[in-house]
Nanobody, 121 residues
Framework: QVQLVESGGGLVQPGGSLRLSCAASGIMFSINAMGWYRQAPGKQRVMVATITTYGIANVADSVKGRFTISRDNAKNTVYLQMNSLEPEDTAVYYC???????????????WGQGTQVTVSS
């Protein structure tokens, strides 16, 4: 069973920084793209940033220039460095990964349990 475990959320003041981590574990043949999504209260879950196995990143316009996504393939871990945080960034942040369990199997999306990020003074 594949598991994604997030860490690093919390309460921070406007203008502050947080770093989220998400580690994938379990029996896997390969991990393709990994990414971060967020869901604010009463709103749909939206993409924040994704990154391919080769390090090609795609970042949402709303966080471009403030958030940076990176990954360590050897550790099956993806990171989200969040700087200049704003109250509008308050949400539950979810990690996502496209995983193949076997070489010949289909890729399936897996999600973490979510970590709360609250930006407030």
């Amino acid at each position: 069973q594949v598991q994604l475990v997030e860490s690093g959320g919390g309460l921070v003041q406007p203008g502050g920084s947080l770093r989220l981590s998400c580690a994938a574990s379990g029996i896997m043949f390969s991990i393709n793209a990994m990414g971060w999504y967020r869901q604010a209260p009463g709103k749909q879950r939206v993409m924040v940033a994704t990154i391919t196995t080769y390090g090609i990143a795609n970042v949402a316009d709303s966080v471009k220039g403030r958030f940076t996504i990176s990954r360590d393939n050897a550790k099956n871990t993806v990171y989200l460095q969040m700087n200049s945080l704003e109250p509008e960034d308050t949400a539950v942040y979810y990690c996502n990964a496209g995983v193949k369990i076997t070489k010949w199997g289909d890729e399936s999306p897996y999600w973490g349990q979510g970590t709360q990020v609250t930006v407030s003074s």
